[in-house]
């Protein structure tokens, strides 16, 4: 069995190469986590399940995407992400990278 890393780390910009909307990874799955169900109406281009997963935060839509590695690339604008969970989740940006707040589990 082959062990894939993540190429995405949480607090990254990403940009989806099919929809082109910016966001920011809040989580990261090591493969496909949804139901099959899920992924027949959601994806178009039969993304690898066997690869990581990101949940994302959508800039100025205030929605959360699920989205397969395969299917983003870095935003190098290094601009901030409008979302209303985005103070939440992160403390602080820095070059275009969101630090996340720590927690205790």
């Known amino acids: 069995m082959t062990i894939l890393r993540a190429g995405f780390n949480i607090g990254d ?7 082109q909307f910016r966001g920011v990874i809040v989580d990261v799955d090591a493969d496909y986590q949804g139901s099959d169900d ?14 990581p997963w990101y949940h994302v935060l959508v ?19 290094k601009e901030k992400i409008d979302h209303p969970m985005v103070d939440d ?17």
């Open 13 to 19: 910009i990403i940009i989806h190469r099919d929809h």
């Open 38 to 51: 899920w992924y027949d109406q959601h994806t178009t281009n039969e993304p690898a399940k066997n690869a």
């Open 59 to 77: 800039d100025e839509e205030g929605s959360m995407a699920y989205v397969s590695e395969q299917n983003i690339y870095v935003d190098s604008s």
């Open 89 to 105: 989740i992160f403390e602080d940006f820095d070059a275009g990278h969101y630090l996340p707040r720590q927690t205790i589990n």
